[in-house]
């Protein structure tokens, strides 16, 4: 499987409206229940999830990059949605730099392997200058998960 296979049109925002670092996670996890990705009863779970992630260190990896994980102990499959800020969040990244890319993942807590991949196929993606370069400039969603699918790295 692989990151490209995670996500649909759907599971990407082209723009969040939250320019802050925890809203930005919030309004990730209430789209995700909006296109019924993630099921409305495990919202608040989710988010105390990826909160207490976020509190033992920030997902900021640097380079504009967040990725945002956590374990849900009844979730069926990883759940996954990329997002997008033009303006950029503090996410405190390790460089201290905006974040303008955020790929947020939950996993079923009884996949540690696959958390593991997921994290390390998403870093790897988004970690050539030139695919953030062109997400930046992306039109939409379809053309973001097109750039995603041409540097698919297996998940």
């Known amino acids: 499987?692989?990151?490209?296979?995670?996500?649909?049109?759907?599971?990407?925002?082209?723009?969040?409206?939250?320019?802050?670092?925890l809203p930005a996670i919030e309004e990730m996890v209430e789209h995700l229940v909006e296109v019924e990705a993630l099921p409305e009863s495990q919202?608040?779970?989710a988010l105390e999830a990826l909160r207490a992630r976020e509190d033992q260190r920030s997902t900021g990896i640097g380079g504009g990059v967040a990725i945002p994980h956590a374990f849900l102990p009844d979730l069926?499959?990883?759940?996954?949605i990329f997002a997008r800020s033009k303006s950029g969040i503090d996410f405190c990244a390790l460089d201290r730099a905006p974040v303008h890319f955020v790929?947020?993942?939950?996993?079923?807590?009884s996949q540690y392997t696959m958390h593991l991949k997921t994290l390390a196929a998403i870093a790897k993606i988004l970690n050539?200058?030139?695919?953030?370069?062109?997400?930046?400039?992306?039109?939409?969603?379809?053309?973001?998960?097109?750039?995603l699918s041409q540097r698919a790295a297996a998940v």
């Open 1 to 21: 499987m692989t990151l490209a296979e995670l996500l649909t049109p759907a599971h990407v925002i082209a723009e969040l409206q939250s320019g802050e670092h």
């Open 43 to 45: 919202k608040t779970s």
């Open 76 to 80: 069926e499959e990883v759940v996954a």
């Open 103 to 109: 790929v947020l993942f939950i996993v079923p807590e």
């Open 128 to 147: 050539s200058a030139d695919t953030r370069k062109r997400l930046a400039d992306a039109a939409n969603e379809t053309e973001i998960i097109e750039i």
